[in-house]
């Protein structure tokens, strides 16, 4: 099926860009680099509506769809679908799995609790809810990091000892991977797999997106070689229509900082009672707003989470 296909409408449909990555999705961002390194031609696409949806990404060409929530995910299912498929007769090997459950278990893990947790959400707004009104992208950030919070297991009791046992997980998977990489140019045998696209997504999102006070973005840089593998790749696949160099990944681009020069603002005129009544009714009518979304979020919350402890029990 792979030779057969027409790559010519291959859509990759993704979170918005943002950090100077191509999208800035830590569920999209693997499934992007993983067609690069395939080098399969594809449209990159964005898709904002739905913020918190889990069919992101996914892949489409014609009437055929692959989701995020389906089948493993968008990597798997193109695999099983025959459209691409980097990592032929090596799935059963006990080395590649187990570089696999370090990466997709613990490293992610550890991403996941400095997105949500650990970094006090400094960067999930912007990635996830800066499109929407300030008041709802609120009330679906808090709902997801209680979820967040409640599928890793934390809790009061216990948020310290989890937070140590998910940084010393992390330090440990890249110590072995370290181990493992060495100076190659990929982390198994001589070419690129989904354990590169995975490994390198994590290491692209952690570096550039989390800010410099992040454990587990100080933790990876302890790793110079790993640095450097992040380098080459993203030089190779991911720059290779950039004419510039790019700046090296231990420090932040200089596009990252690059937000514009603000419009002087206007001096402000006396505001009129009219005026003044306005703002008046329009604050009430976001705290009405506010409110009337804390409910529904509450109410609706609580059917997710009933439903995310039945399948924890299966």
Known sequence: MEGDQDTSDFTLVTRKPCFGLPTACPNCLPAYIYLKLAQLPFQLAFNSTFPDSEELPYFESGTYVAYNNEDGGVIEKLEKDGIV???????????????????????????????WVGTEGVCASKIYYS????????????????????????????????????????????????????????????????LDAFFLSHMLFTIQVLPETSVLRRKLLEHSNLVRYAERLKSEFLEESSSSPSPPLHSFPSSFSGKGSKPKSKPKAEKSEEEKKFKKRARFFLAAQFLAVVIYVSVMGGGSSDEVEYEDDD
């Open 85 to 115: 498929n980097l990592d032929s007769q090596l799935q059963s090997l006990p080395d590649y799995l187990s570089l696999k459950a370090l990466i997709v278990s613990w490293l992610e893990e550890a991403l996941t609790y400095e997105i």
């Open 131 to 194: 499109d929407l009104p300030w008041v709802i992208g609120k009330v679906l950030f808090y709902k997801q990091t209680y979820l967040t919070k409640n599928r890793l297991g934390l809790t009061k009791e216990n948020a310290e000892q989890r937070e140590k046992l998910i940084y010393k997980r992390a330090s440990e998977a890249y110590e072995a991977l370290s181990t493992r990489l060495g100076e190659q140019k990929f982390l198994f045998e001589d070419r690129p797999l989904s």
